[in-house]
């Protein structure tokens, strides 16, 4: 039997519990239950949405509280919210700082926690996913929504179409919170679309968004404050996304100190490289 020691702080021996867990329930059923870590040094200044998070985040509060309490509305069983946008504009961190907020565990299941080779498997670990969450009282958060959420329409197996029916029957039935994240909202199955209370577009940083990030994650590493000129560029640099400085942050945090300008330089790139990218993409399809 793994002790926990007992000189750790209350969130170690939670983590370490965590991953005892885990280990015992690869062990029993050759899957991982993927429990979180929840996000601490998060912002939501910069994040470019068209609704306010904070705002959700204190009705995602209030639905527990009302869950707890049982005053109205009553009949309001779960909460379902659906993230979309871009690669990288911040909707994954934004689970994860929702579910720390409210001191709630974070399951997080992606595609490949969920699909089955074989038949009804994919349909069993979707309720088992629920079922968890349920149990454990946790966010539950489906990653890459649109690879689950198959749309029926165009479905060509039968597995995609009880693949998709499965989850809107766990959906109905869930109490609890629900948050999904998909970069192709366009392809999911429209009854599933109806399914969310909450939608939120999370789209590229404005121009007051690219000089907030640059201060945030970039600025540490030049250690020098950019001149007027430079934060001019920065602000005028169009497409960036919060992933985009994380990038730019991992390609110099081991080189000697950077200057200003190589960082912008990167990020001028970062935003070109998905320029370029977008216009193949159109052109291949004429």
């Known amino acids: 039997m793994t002790a926990i020691p007992g000189d750790l702080t209350a969130d170690d021996r939670l983590s370490r519990l965590h991953a005892i867990l885990d280990r015992k329930q690869k062990f029993i059923g050759g899957k991982w239950t993927s429990f979180s870590a929840v996000t601490n040094a998060y912002s939501l200044m910069g994040i470019n949405t068209d609704f306010p998070l904070e705002l959700l985040r204190e009705g995602v509060a209030r639905f527990y509280n009302r869950a707890a309490t049982g005053q109205e509305p009553v009949n309001v069983k779960n909460y379902n919210i659906l993230l979309f946008g871009p690669p990288g504009t911040g909707k994954t961190e934004y689970v994860k700082h929702l579910a720390g907020s409210i001191e709630k565990e974070l399951i997080v299941k992606r595609a490949s926690d969920l699909l089955d080779k074989y038949v009804g498997g994919t349909e069993k670990l979707i309720a088992d996913a629920f079922r968890e969450a349920e149990a454990h009282e946790a966010v539950l958060f489906l990653d890459e ?78 250690r020098t404050e950019p001149t007027a000129d430079e934060y001019s560029r920065i602000k005028n640099i169009r497409g960036l996304a919060p992933g985009d400085f994380k990038a730019v942050y991992q390609k110099r945090v081991f080189c000697e100190q950077p200057s200003v300008c190589d960082l912008v330089w990167d990020l001028e790139t970062e935003a070109g490289i998905r320029r370029n990218m977008g216009h193949r993409a159109v052109t291949g399809i004429r």
């Not at 766990?170 to 599933?192: I, K, R």
Request: one cysteine or more; hydrophobic letters at 40%; charged letters at 25%.
């Open 145 to 222: 929504a649109d690879s689950l959420f198959i749309n029926r329409e165009g479905a060509h197996r039968s597995w995609e179409v009880s693949q998709t029916n499965e989850l809107l029957c766990q959906m109905e039935n869930f109490s609890g919170v629900l948050a999904c994240a998909t970069n192709h909202q366009d392809g999911m199955d429209p009854a599933v679309m109806r399914r969310f209370a909450c939608k939120v577009k999370f789209d590229y940083l404005l121009p007051d968004g690219n000089t907030e990030f640059y201060r945030r994650i970039l600025l540490p590493l030049a």
